[in-house]
């Protein structure tokens, strides 16, 4: 049973910088896109981004030129660097992996992120 545990949230004034890197336990599928999505307080998990093994990205237009999304196949790890923080990014952040063959989808267990203004 491959699990994610995500690390790298926390604290952070406005205009600050986060890394979050996620890391998965045990072989991880290939054909498999790993992304990033967050939960405000109140609201739906929305996407943030997500990479595919080859490489190619998506972002969520709200964080544009901000954010970068990254990963290293060889230790099964994907990355989100966040720059400019903005008191809206505050959430909880989740990291998933898709397989995408069979569409199985796992989750980590989140991490906190909060920007004060």
């Known amino acids: 049973q491959v699990q994610l545990v995500e690390s790298g949230g926390g604290l952070v004034q406005a205009g600050g910088s986060l890394r979050l890197s996620c890391a998965a336990s045990?072989?991880?599928?290939?054909?498999?896109?790993m992304g990033w999505y967050r939960q405000a307080p109140g609201k739906q998990r929305e996407l943030v981004a997500y990479i595919t093994t080859t490489g190619s990205t998506n972002y969520a237009d709200s964080v544009k030129g901000r954010f970068t999304i990254s990963r290293d196949n060889a230790k099964r790890t994907v990355y989100l660097q966040m720059n400019n923080l903005k008191p809206e990014d505050t959430a909880v952040y989740y990291c998933?992996?898709?397989?995408?063959?069979?569409?199985?989808?796992?989750w980590g267990q989140g991490t906190q992120v909060t920007v004060s203004s």
């Open positions: 045990g072989s991880i599928r290939s054909f498999n896109v």
């Open positions: 998933n992996v898709t397989y995408v063959i069979s569409g199985t989808s796992i």
